[in-house]
């Protein structure tokens, strides 16, 4: 979906290191969340946004951090990233109309 | 707590109808959603439905819901190869804040 972007869209990277994933949105929504998929265990929430100064933790947030630098932007962290936390990661935008969720394209994170 | 369960395969031939069944627990969301995830892309709202309906047609596609036994399902008609994908169920939480989603079935559609 362009109207959510994630970068990078692959990441490779060692136990230890920290890691930023992005998400940028121009559907000018305030709601803003970020899943992560592994096989067979569908979609988990980490965290999730309605504005800017509003970040609420999701089922498994533990080992991660988000930063929402502005209603288009929020950004995941793994401070010190370990190999269970490869996965596929999904930022979403939430419109208000239908409670409905538009996804962006996801990042593969794989850490060794 | 809340849950979604759905299958996890379903395979069919092309020009069949597929059917996904989908089963939760809390009925407090006042929407119920299908999303499609194609092969390396994220999720796509395919269609949802309004908790006070019962049936709501899309095309292709017919979504039941029947709020008594809490089962929700997605029929696609005269299924085709392009409909192979993982669908996924979801719901709103009791808070209202999020989506909770089922662990998505597999769709495959042989030729």
């Known amino acids: 979906d362009a109207d959510v972007t994630q970068t990078p869209r692959n990441r490779i990277t060692k136990t230890g290191k920290r890691i930023m994933l992005e998400c940028s949105q121009t559907k000018g929504h305030d709601r803003m969340y970020w899943y992560r998929q592994d096989p067979g265990l569908g979609l988990r929430l980490i965290y999730y946004s309605f504005d800017v100064k509003d970040i609420n933790k999701g089922e498994i947030s533990d080992g991660y951090s988000v930063s929402r630098q502005a209603q288009a932007k929020f950004s995941l962290s793994l401070e010190s990233a370990i190999p269970n936390q490869t996965a596929l990661y999904f930022c979403?935008?939430?419109?208000?109309?239908?409670?409905?969720?538009?996804f962006g394209p996801g990042t593969r994170l794989t850490v060794l | 707590g809340e849950d979604v369960e759905q299958s996890l395969f379903l395979s069919v031939r092309e020009g069949d109808s597929s059917v996904i069944n989908c089963t939760y627990t809390d009925s407090s969301s006042t929407y119920l959603y299908w999303y499609k995830q194609e092969p390396g892309a994220g999720l796509q709202l395919l269609t949802y439905i309004f908790s006070n309906m019962d049936m709501k047609q899309d095309q292709r596609l017919t979504v039941l819901l029947n709020k008594k036994d809490k089962h929700l399902s997605l029929r696609i008609a005269d299924t085709q190869t392009g409909d192979s994908a993982i669908y996924f169920c979801?719901?709103?939480?009791?808070?209202?804040?999020?989506?909770?989603f089922g662990k998505g079935t597999t769709l495959s559609v042989s030729s």
């Open positions: 979801a719901l709103v939480n009791q808070a209202g804040t999020a989506l909770i």
């Open positions: 979403a935008t939430g419109g208000i109309n239908y409670n409905e969720q538009f």
